[in-house]
Structure formats: structure tokens, C-alpha cells
């Protein structure tokens, strides 16, 4: 790639989130400059009043797809884009506020609202890669810094991102940390919750509450049989486990929909988890 | 880019109606949260070449923010609310921890309730040193964004920077990650900061100090544009500390009421046409505002006394109460105050027997309000037997703020229309930002459309 004259043309643009995700560029301090001037950075609301509607080289998606106007307006944004990276739980699973996808939103919509014909919301919050196809994705609520500095990079080189594909466990041994299911007696979803965090809620004497998501091949039920069995959870807690902010990936979503029937406080529904209205 | 004219708050009390005050306390079975990052609209009515009416449209897909916590335990609802919003989540915890530990009766370890200042202090210095340097200040100076600014400022940006970067660090020791930190939870924390831990941070810190106090004099210069207006100030406060997560409600025109009780004074309501929810007092004395303008001035005594040095040094507490563009002042001497406060309570810091005293759940009402770095965020939840959540109401600054902005961009949005349409939507951005409303809303382009009431068809500008 050569010189400023061609660099890449960047846009970070949001949906239903809470910007957590593209405020990790922001709070990259030490290298926020060098990052804008290897990239030219053209659309980024939450920074700068200069905007544009593309073409991107490169594109961060925010937030889930959870209104009308999201669905036309993650189309037209794809078809600007070259390589568009879908960063967060929400873009990733559809995020906490996917938890709504086990309820009746028809319901929910009437009795929440007293004129319901003014509510543009979708019946339930999904993923970026449900509607178009995402290029990359990076895991998290939120993002963490190290892995956004990593892509980046790859990006400016042209080589693949080093993102490890495993589980949090394995980062938890290499940072020393005592297990908290041995030592505490806590639930962990360390083992089968990408990596990515560096092992935070470990690290903080807690379990690991999943928010990276789960990882390829995650052997849910394993772990489930084991805080049945060892610690005694009974279903309705085990449901309330995965049913936090990648509730909507599988196999956490099956777990929560096998265990507890739906989310704690929502009622089942009528609609399907993943049906769009 | 996305459809006009879509409420900030989607939802009202279900029986609420439209238009008239919904009087009483709220009555609702399921809740309605969202967030007000997104985009921004502003739609001003113009009669007799005078603005009649300002209508600032900050929407944000819905959440349910209030509906996802029902059936939740009260540590499960200080995780999730967090994501309520990415710049402040420590506030929202703070709201969260401290509502329920009150309605338990849970008395934490003073020195948990330090440390608990202590990630508030950091929040502070992130999410202020934010908005005065990223997206405040390139509005005096100039500039579309701080990147572009630091073309010719870097070493200020670069200041900037690393003051934000100083407050982030803070969290990260005592939460794990700046945003949307793990380790608060009733009772105190899942796990204790090592004294090693924060001594590591005081030279950050106290770069940090001279950081914030060289803000202070940089903003001090910037040219205010002209605005006078005796604003209706609402605030946390404490006879000894500046106000974090102790105190009363108070306001610059007599009231003053526990923290538990705001809705006995304010309410929520419905507006026709944008079904946003705003928030006002139910003494009918108008809109009010939150955040450093109202802090700095109903709180000037409890100031840090390096911070309140500082402010008296800048002559500039008349302007700060009457002229909101001089709100990023009061954002810089906040800066000054929350480094300050993190230095004392780093250098007092004895650890706690233990992270966290054990609780007992009960039924009840758990309200508490704590001051967000843009103002006042109350929480009000109604518990079960097992200390779940049955009921949710969160109010957070924005919404309370909304009126006031509308209220002022009436009284002043006159003077900008004279202007030529660019210049005129960048004075109105340039004043909404002044509110900080919040992140995304306050640095995007305004869609302003101006309508012209009874003289012919609406024309619009588009900013940027």
C-alpha cells in the first residue's frame, strides 16, 4: 500500500448499541494518531462533523440490526464496502438487547407503548452477519483494544489478522490466574467463551460471564451436565448462565431456551428466537 | 441516514396518554429504556421571524433497557445496565449498586466506598477530557473533529489524550477494562485494587493535574459566543464532598430532597408527536439543567480547594451560571477536581478487610441517583423476595436535560438564524454540544430543518 495520497478510506457507523465498541478506537490514545494517518478516516459520527455515505475500503459496523430502517440501510452501506468488520457482541450476536428476541413483541410493543403505530423497532435483535456478509468480525462488549490494534494492523500490511481462536481458559492459565470454579465455587463460562478479553473477570475473582461470545465447537452441555451435577444449579439458573450478552449465539441460545425456556422475567412467545418480524 | 423524526425514549407508562402530564408516580408493568447516542435532529418553528418552538430529536433503536433487567438479581442488573452507555457505564453501576444497597441496608467499608469514588473520579476524567478535547473544542477553534485539529495542535490533542487516557487507566485497575468494568457488585467489589496497584498510577495522575489545570486556562481564552440566560441548575449535593454518589437534590431555585426521592419532585412525560420522554419538576418552575455548569455552581464550596483555586482564578463563575458555551470551563475545572480527589484517595488508601460485607435480599424500593459526568442519572427499581427485579425506572441526564436545550435553542436560536444557513446550523450544533448530551448525538451533524410557520413551504440546510 503505498503512501497517504491511497489510504484506505474508513467508516465506523453504529446501530442499536451503546457506542461502547467504537469509543475503544477513540481510547486508543497512544496510538489514535498514528492510526489516522495510516488511515483516512471519512465517515466516524462520534468524532468528526466531516461524513460520508462511502465507498469504504474498510467499514466497522456497531450495534445489532433492530429496527425497519436498519435492514435498507445495512444493504446500502454493504454495497459501498469493501471490507466491512462487524465489531461487538451486538453486531456479532445481536447483543443483550437480544434478549428480547425470546418474548412477544407485539405484546411487549402494546404494553409498553401507548401509541405503538409510532414504534420503529424490529421484533428482535440480530447479528450483521444475518443480513449481509460480514468480512471480519471482532468479538466483545466491548471490543477489546489490543485485538482492534491488531487488525489494523493486519490491515495496513495486508496480512491476516492474529486473532487466537480458543477458549478464555487457556488465556486465564497463561496469565496464572487460580480457577474460580475450583478455588470459589463460581459458575465460569471461561471454557467455552472466545478469548479475546485477556481473562478479565477471572482475573477479578469472578466467573466469566460470556460476553465474547461462544467459541467454535464450545461444548456447552458439557459444562452445563457439570454445574448440574457439581454445583447443584438447577435449570432455571443455568438458562440465566448464557442468557446474558451473546445470549443469541448458538449454542449459548439453545442452552438458554433448553434450560430455562426463555431469559429471566421474559415470557415465552409466540415468536421464534431469530424470526424476523 | 437513518429516518427522522424516531423519539429518543420510545415508550411511555402504559395507560400514560399523550399531550397533558401524566401526573402521579410512573405505574409500569414492563420498562422502555433506550439510549440516546445516535443521531440528531433539531427542528425549529419559526413565526414572525421569531423561533416559537425547538424540537431536538435524539433517537437511538429501541432497547428496553428497563424490561431487560426484570427478573434479574441486583448484580446482574449492575452488568447490564452498564451497557446503557458506552462512555459513562461506571455511572450507571454507581446508580445500580448503591439504590439496591440502600434498599438492603448493606453499609459498605468506608474504604470501598473511597475506591468507589475513586472509579467514578476516573470516569470523570475519561468522559470529560472527551468532550472538551475531542469533541467540544475543535467547535472554538475551528476544526470538523480533533483529528483534524491535531494537525496543527498536536501537542494539545496529544494532551488531551493522554488526560482521557490517565482516567480510562484508573478504571482498568480498579474494573478490569475502561469500559464496562467487572468488579462492582452489592456489597463492595469482586476484587480489591493492591496498594502497589494504585501507587502505580499516581505519576500518570499527577501528569494528569497539570494536564487538567493547563485545560483550564486553554478554554479560559476560547471566545465565548454571546448567550445570557439565568439557567434552573438541579444537582447532587454534600455538605463535605463534591457530589459523586453522596448527597441531596438540590437546585439553585429552593428545592432539596433525598436522593431516593425524585420522583417525588420530577416526573416523566410524553411528548405529542415525538413520543420522547422528557423529564421536568412538578413545581411547574420549567425546564432544568444538569451536569458541570450546575455542579460548579450549586457545589463551588466543595470543589477541590486546588480545583476552586483554579475557577476563582478564571473570574468566570458569572459566565459559567449564564452563558452555556462557557459549560466546557466548567468541564475543565472538573477535571482539575476529579484528578485531585484521585490522588487524595490513592494516598489515603488502606485496603479493606474484605472486598465486599455479605447482604441479605428483601422486597422494597431501591432508588438512588449518582452524578454522571453529564449530570444526575436516577434509578429506581421495586425488588421481590429474592431481591430480583420485578419493576425498573432509569432516567438518565440526557432526558432530564432535553427541555432546557429546547428552552434555550428557542431564546437563542434567533440570533444564529441570522446568519447564512452553514454558519447558522454550526452555531446551533456548536450550542447543543455545549450540553453534552451525549456522545454521538452531540459530535453528528444536525439535520436542521426550519420551518416557517404560515409563510409558504419548509426549507431546509444540511449541516456539514
Given at each position: 500500500m503505498s503512501e497517504t495520497a491511497l489510504r484506505p478510506r474508513v467508516g465506523v457507523v453504529k446501530f442499536a448499541s451503546c457506542d461502547g465498541c467504537q469509543l475503544q478506537l477513540l481510547d486508543l490514545e497512544d496510538e489514535l494518531l498514528a492510526v489516522c494517518e495510516q488511515f483516512d478516516i471519512i465517515e466516524f459520527a462520534e468524532a468528526t462533523s466531516a461524513r460520508s455515505e462511502g465507498p469504504f475500503d474498510i467499514l466497522f459496523v456497531e450495534g445489532s440490526v433492530s429496527a425497519p430502517e436498519h435492514l435498507p440501510r445495512i444493504k446500502a452501506l454493504r454495497e459501498q464496502t469493501k471490507f466491512l468488520v462487524a465489531i461487538g457482541a451486538c453486531a456479532t450476536s445481536g447483543g443483550i438487547q437480544a434478549l428480547r428476541n425470546w418474548g412477544d413483541h407485539e405484546a411487549f410493543r402494546s404494553a409498553v407503548y401507548a401509541h405503538p403505530e409510532f414504534v420503529a423497532s424490529l421484533a428482535t435483535s440480530t447479528p450483521i452477519g444475518e443480513h449481509v456478509k460480514v468480512d471480519a468480525e471482532l468479538r466483545g462488549c466491548p471490543i477489546d483494544p489490543r485485538q482492534l490494534v491488531e487488525l489494523l494492523t493486519a490491515l495496513t500490511t495486508g496480512r491476516r489478522p492474529q486473532l487466537r481462536d480458543e477458549a478464555v481458559c487457556m488465556e486465564c492459565k497463561r496469565a496464572g490466574n487460580p480457577c474460580v470454579m475450583v478455588i470459589r465455587h463460581v459458575p465460569c463460562l471461561g471454557q467455552v467463551t472466545q478469548a479475546g478479553c485477556g481473562a478479565i473477570c477471572p482475573r477479578f475473582d469472578r466467573g466469566c460471564y460470556g460476553c465474547f461470545g461462544p467459541r467454535e465447537q464450545a461444548n456447552v452441555k458439557g459444562l452445563a451436565d457439570f454445574l448440574q451435577a457439581k454445583a447443584r444449579l438447577a435449570p432455571a439458573d443455568l438458562g440465566r448462565l448464557f442468557a446474558g450478552f451473546s445470549a443469541n449465539a448458538e449454542p449459548f441460545r439453545a442452552a438458554v431456551t433448553g434450560y430455562a425456556g426463555a431469559p429471566p422475567g421474559v415470557a415465552v412467545a409466540t415468536n421464534a428466537p431469530g424470526d424476523p418480524r | 441516514?437513518?429516518?427522522?423524526?424516531?423519539?429518543?425514549?420510545?415508550?411511555?407508562?402504559?395507560?400514560?396518554?399523550?399531550?397533558?402530564?401524566?401526573?402521579?408516580?410512573?405505574?409500569?408493568?414492563?420498562?422502555?429504556?433506550?439510549?440516546?447516542?445516535?443521531?440528531?435532529?433539531?427542528?425549529?418553528?419559526?413565526?414572525?421571524?421569531?423561533?416559537?418552538?425547538?424540537?431536538?430529536?435524539?433517537?437511538?433503536?429501541?432497547?428496553?433497557?428497563?424490561?431487560?433487567?426484570?427478573?434479574?438479581?441486583?448484580?446482574?442488573?449492575?452488568?447490564?445496565?452498564?451497557?446503557?452507555?458506552?462512555?459513562?457505564?461506571?455511572?450507571?453501576?454507581?446508580?445500580?449498586?448503591?439504590?439496591?444497597?440502600?434498599?438492603?441496608?448493606?453499609?459498605?467499608?468506608?474504604?470501598?466506598?473511597?475506591?468507589?469514588?475513586?472509579?467514578?473520579?476516573?470516569?470523570?476524567?475519561?468522559?470529560?477530557?472527551?468532550?472538551?478535547?475531542?469533541?467540544?473544542?475543535?467547535?472554538?477553534?475551528?476544526?470538523?473533529?480533533?483529528?483534524?485539529?491535531?494537525?496543527?495542535?498536536?501537542?494539545?490533542?496529544?494532551?488531551?489524550?493522554?488526560?482521557?487516557?490517565?482516567?480510562?487507566?484508573?478504571?482498568?485497575?480498579?474494573?478490569?477494562?475502561?469500559?464496562?468494568?467487572?468488579?462492582?457488585?452489592?456489597?463492595?467489589?469482586?476484587?480489591?485494587?493492591?496498594?502497589?496497584?494504585?501507587?502505580?498510577?499516581?505519576?500518570?495522575?499527577?501528569?494528569?493535574?497539570?494536564?487538567?489545570?493547563?485545560?483550564?486556562?486553554?478554554?479560559?481564552?476560547?471566545?465565548?459566543?454571546?448567550?445570557?440566560?439565568?439557567?434552573?441548575?438541579?444537582?447532587?449535593?454534600?455538605?463535605?464532598?463534591?457530589?459523586?454518589?453522596?448527597?441531596?437534590?438540590?437546585?439553585?431555585?429552593?428545592?432539596?430532597?433525598?436522593?431516593?426521592?425524585?420522583?417525588?419532585?420530577?416526573?416523566?412525560?410524553?411528548?405529542?408527536?415525538?413520543?420522547?420522554?422528557?423529564?421536568?419538576?412538578?413545581?411547574?418552575?420549567?425546564?432544568?439543567?444538569?451536569?458541570?455548569?450546575?455542579?460548579?455552581?450549586?457545589?463551588?464550596?466543595?470543589?477541590?480547594?486546588?480545583?476552586?483555586?483554579?475557577?476563582?482564578?478564571?473570574?468566570?463563575?458569572?459566565?459559567?451560571?449564564?452563558?452555556?458555551?462557557?459549560?466546557?470551563?466548567?468541564?475543565?475545572?472538573?477535571?482539575?477536581?476529579?484528578?485531585a480527589e484521585a490522588l487524595d484517595i490513592i494516598a489515603a488508601y488502606r485496603p479493606p478487610a474484605a472486598p465486599m460485607v455479605p447482604w441479605q435480599p428483601r422486597a422494597g424500593v431501591a432508588a438512588w441517583a449518582t452524578e454522571a459526568p453529564r449530570g444526575l442519572c436516577f434509578h429506581?427499581?421495586?425488588?421481590?423476595?429474592?431481591?430480583?427485579?420485578?419493576?425498573?425506572?432509569?432516567?438518565?441526564?440526557?432526558?432530564?436535560?432535553?427541555?432546557?436545550?429546547?428552552?434555550?435553542l428557542v431564546h437563542a436560536a434567533g440570533d444564529a438564524l441570522q446568519l447564512p444557513d452553514a454558519e447558522a446550523t454550526l452555531r446551533l450544533e456548536q450550542m447543543i454540544r455545549s450540553y453534552d448530551p451525549c456522545i454521538s448525538c452531540a459530535t453528528h451533524f444536525l439535520d436542521l430543518s426550519i420551518e416557517y410557520d404560515g409563510e409558504g413551504p419548509a426549507t431546509g440546510g444540511r449541516a456539514s
Open positions: - | 441516514m437513518s429516518a427522522m423524526g424516531r423519539p429518543e425514549r420510545e415508550g411511555t407508562p402504559a395507560g400514560a396518554t399523550v399531550g397533558p402530564p401524566v401526573s402521579g408516580e410512573r405505574r409500569i408493568a414492563v420498562g422502555e429504556l433506550t439510549r440516546v447516542e445516535g443521531e440528531g435532529s433539531l427542528r425549529l418553528t419559526v413565526r414572525d421571524g421569531k423561533v416559537v418552538e425547538a424540537r431536538l430529536g435524539i433517537f437511538e433503536a429501541p432497547r428496553y433497557f428497563e424490561r431487560l433487567v426484570v427478573g434479574r438479581t441486583p448484580d446482574e442488573v449492575i452488568d447490564i445496565v452498564a451497557r446503557i452507555c458506552g462512555i459513562c457505564p461506571v455511572a450507571y453501576q454507581m446508580s445500580a449498586v448503591h439504590a439496591f444497597e440502600d434498599c438492603f441496608g448493606v453499609r459498605v467499608d468506608p474504604a470501598v466506598r473511597a475506591l468507589r469514588r475513586l472509579m467514578y473520579c476516573g470516569e470523570w476524567i475519561e468522559s470529560l477530557g472527551l468532550h472538551v478535547y475531542m469533541l467540544h473544542a475543535p467547535d472554538f477553534l475551528g476544526y470538523e473533529s480533533a483529528i483534524a485539529m491535531a494537525r496543527d495542535h498536536r501537542q494539545t490533542v496529544e494532551r488531551g489524550l493522554a488526560l482521557k487516557k490517565s482516567g480510562n487507566d484508573l478504571i482498568k485497575v480498579l474494573g478490569g477494562r475502561a469500559i464496562h468494568p467487572v468488579s462492582v457488585r452489592v456489597g463492595g467489589f469482586y476484587r480489591l485494587p493492591r496498594r502497589a496497584e494504585l501507587d502505580a498510577m499516581r505519576p500518570a495522575l499527577e501528569h494528569a493535574l497539570e494536564h487538567a489545570k493547563a485545560t483550564v486556562r486553554w478554554t479560559t481564552g476560547f471566545a465565548m459566543p454571546s448567550f445570557r440566560r439565568d439557567m434552573r441548575f438541579v444537582a447532587m449535593k454534600h455538605p463535605r464532598e463534591y457530589p459523586f454518589n453522596d448527597g441531596r437534590i438540590v437546585s439553585n431555585d429552593g428545592l432539596d430532597l433525598p436522593l431516593t426521592d425524585w420522583t417525588q419532585a420530577f416526573e416523566e412525560f410524553q411528548v405529542e408527536g415525538s413520543n420522547a420522554l422528557h423529564a421536568r419538576s412538578k413545581d411547574g418552575n420549567g425546564p432544568y439543567l444538569l451536569g458541570p455548569a450546575a455542579r460548579v455552581t450549586l457545589c463551588a464550596d466543595q470543589l477541590h480547594p486546588v480545583a476552586r483555586a483554579l475557577l476563582e482564578e478564571t473570574g468566570m463563575q458569572e459566565m459559567i451560571r449564564t452563558n452555556i458555551y462557557a459549560s466546557i470551563v466548567a468541564r475543565a475545572v472538573e477535571l482539575v477536581h476529579a484528578t429506581r427499581y421495586e425488588t421481590d423476595d429474592a431481591g430480583r427485579v420485578v419493576r425498573c425506572q432509569i432516567v438518565p441526564p440526557t432526558s432530564q436535560n432535553q427541555a432546557a436545550i429546547e428552552a434555550d
